[in-house]
Antibody, heavy 125, light 108 residues
Framework: QVQLQESGPGLVRPSGTLSLTCAISGDSITSDTWWSWVRQSPGKGLEWIGEIYHTGNTDYNPSLKSRVSISVDKSKNQFSLILRSVTTADTALYYC??????????????????WGQGMHVSVSS | DIQMTQSPSSLSASVGDRVTLTCRSSQYINNYLNWYQQKQGKPPKLLIYAASTLQSGVPSRFNGSGSGTDFTLTINSLQPDDFGTYYCQQTYITPPYTFGQGTTLDIK
């Protein structure tokens, strides 16, 4: 059974950089699945941040793309999120998620089947 | 971005009831629609993917249907454990994957 665990600072200063890591157990980062970050806040609900494949291919939410980076560390079986120039609007519960899917030649039907417990991050001075 | 609209925003029902939750997308999304249940203090749990495929381990009283822009999640014979907030999500036109705002289900 796959388990995901987020870790990182729970408090980030405005204009600073949010950095989180997701440790994977029960599955390999190199398996045939994408890995995503999702955040949840009272004001915005559930918001997909971005995803990565173990080859390093990434997709990002256009609303965050200029500030986000997601990377993979195969040796540690984990992936990471960096969000730069944070504001109070980035205060949220951050989840890492396994996102497998079924792919045709043109599209992939993706679903989010395993979630970490979440990491609350506050942006405050 | 594709907008996902869920209705109602909240409802109360009794154990044994049949309840239907609705999700509508702002554009055609084929059957690329997932449903999640979230309980307070917990992450969302996948119930149904591809509009109607039950995730492993999910009780068969959960049923998803629909295609195109209109989708429903039906819970047959509601159980006390079924309270929580239900979200739909589209994964057809991406990025980004988008979620609905949720329907909160209370058990009377």
């Amino acid at each position: 059974q796959v388990q995901l665990q987020e870790s990182g600072p729970g408090l980030v200063r405005p204009s600073g950089t949010l950095s989180l890591t997701c440790a994977i157990s029960g599955d390999s980062i190199t398996s045939d699945t994408w890995w995503s970050w999702v955040r949840q806040s009272p004001g915005k609900g559930l918001e997909w941040i971005g995803e990565i494949y173990h080859t390093g291919n990434t997709d990002y939410n256009p609303s965050l793309k200029s500030r986000v980076s997601i990377s993979v560390d195969k040796s540690k079986n984990q992936f990471s999120l960096i969000l730069r120039s944070v504001t109070t609007a980035d205060t949220a519960l951050y989840y890492c998620v396994r996102t497998p899917g079924f792919c045709s030649s043109t599209k992939c039907l993706i679903y989010f089947d395993s979630w970490g417990q979440g990491m609350h991050v506050s942006v405050s001075s | 971005d594709i907008q996902m609209t869920q209705s109602p925003s909240s409802l109360s029902a009794s154990v044994g009831d049949r309840v239907t939750l609705t999700c509508r997308s702002s554009q055609y999304i084929n059957n690329y629609l997932n449903w999640y249940q979230q309980k307070q203090g917990k992450p969302p749990k996948l119930l149904i993917y591809a509009a109607s495929t039950l995730q492993s381990g999910v009780p068969s009283r959960f049923n998803g249907s629909g295609s195109g822009t209109d989708f429903t999640l039906t819970i047959n014979s509601l159980q006390p454990d079924d309270f929580g907030t239900y979200y739909c999500q589209q994964t057809y036109i991406t990025p980004p994957y988008t979620f609905g705002q949720g329907t909160t289900l209370d058990i009377k």
